[in-house]
């Protein structure tokens, strides 16, 4: 059965530290990972990774595909008050099919 | 550019009564999805639609139908709602599995 585990559930953490962010998965036939952040509103996009885009950064943000663990992890330096949101990682299941299984988020509040 | 829309925003409902949650896109996507949130947790599949004329069952279907009307429009049937059903419901879409899914703003579902 497909799966999608995110790690940890939720974190706080102060203005300036350094997070990071979990995602295990367990899909045949993987093509594509998406990180998503979502405030008080619908899911807005992050990163996608792919066997040909392991790796991906953007200003604080950064993601790695480690895909002889199944995994991937969403790094944010420098945090934050803004960056509080639920974390959202995304896998497309095994065989193509075009469904997209979620995990259930990481929380995550960064205090001023 | 809308991009995803949905309506209603807000929907009380009796147990036992129905309803159709309406999505469309105009971004000329192929493929239509509906999510459900609830608190604290990930985002689940309920129904997809890889393309016009098709849909497919997701995690969660049970208690609901779906109708892709045409390219645009994809509409999330509850035949009698339950309060099981209350949560935020999501519909998305995707031009392909080389892109990232397009969220609507999201309908908050409560059922009395």
């Known amino acids: 059965e497909d799966k999608v585990v995110q790690s940890p559930l939720s974190l706080v953490v102060h203005e300036g530290d350094t997070v990071t962010l979990n995602c295990s998965y367990e899909?045949?036939?993987?093509?594509?990972l998406l990180w998503y952040k979502q405030e008080k509103k619908a899911p807005t996009f992050l990163f996608m990774l792919t066997s040909s885009g392991i790796e991906k950064k953007s200003g604080r943000l950064s993601s790695i595909l480690d895909k002889k663990e199944l995994s991937s992890i969403l790094n944010i330096t420098a945090t934050q008050t803004g960056d509080s949101a639920i974390y959202l990682c995304?896998?497309?299941?095994?065989?193509?099919?075009?469904?997209?299984?979620f995990g259930t988020g990481t929380r995550l509040k960064v205090l001023a | 550019n809308a991009g995803v829309t949905q309506t209603p925003k807000f929907q009380v409902l009796k147990t036992g009564q129905s309803m159709t949650l309406q999505c469309a896109q105009d971004m000329n996507h192929n493929s239509m999805y509906w999510y459900r949130q609830d608190p604290g947790m990930g985002l689940r599949l309920i129904y997809y639609?890889?393309?016009?004329?098709?849909?497919d069952k997701g995690e969660v279907p049970n208690g609901y139908n779906v109708s892709r009307l045409n390219k645009r429009e994809f509409s999330l049937r509850l035949e009698s709602a339950a309060p099981s059903q209350t949560s935020v419901y999501f519909c998305a879409s995707l031009r392909g599995l080389a892109d990232t899914q397009y969220f609507g703003p999201g309908t908050r579902l409560t059922v009395l």
């Open positions: 899909v045949t036939n993987f093509r594509s």
């Open positions: 639609s890889a393309s016009e004329g098709t849909t």
């Open positions: 995304a896998v497309e299941a095994s065989g193509g099919t075009y469904k997209y299984i």
